[in-house]
């Protein structure tokens, strides 16, 4: 059974940092394409980072700058480090791994940022 377990969201002030983490399970977690979504109220979910299993990164230009993707293998784990967190960050963050046709989600994590 696959799943991914997402940790570290909360409240933070603006200009404030957080550190989520996603811990993997069933699944060989290094041969996965591994990303960071999150979907705002009323909005659309949306790619926020990406990190190959190459090490290859990519992030959407609203967070570039500010958030920086990272990958343990060995602990079956990819981080997502916020740093100059603003209001228009809040939303829910979600862990996604991706290799051919496979596709599995986490639950989410909330992260609300008040100004």
């Known amino acids: 059974q696959v799943q991914l377990v997402e940790s570290g969201g909360g409240l933070v002030q603006a200009g404030g940092s957080l550190r989520l983490s996603c811990a993997g399970s069933?699944?060989?977690?290094?041969?996965?394409?591994m990303n960071w979504y999150r979907q705002a109220p009323g909005k659309q979910r949306e790619l926020v980072a990406t990190?190959?299993?190459?090490?290859?990164?990519n992030y959407a230009d609203s967070v570039k700058g500010r958030f920086t993707i990272s990958r343990d293998n060995a602990k079956n784990t990819v981080y997502l480090q916020m740093n100059s967190l603003k209001p228009e960050d809040t939303a829910v963050y979600y862990c996604?791994?991706?290799?051919?046709?496979?596709?599995?989600w986490g639950q989410g994590t909330q992260v609300t940022v008040s100004s």
């Open positions: 069933g699944i060989i977690f290094s041969l996965y394409i």
């Open positions: 990190i190959t299993s190459g090490g290859t990164i």
């Open positions: 996604n791994a991706l290799r051919r046709v496979e596709n599995y």
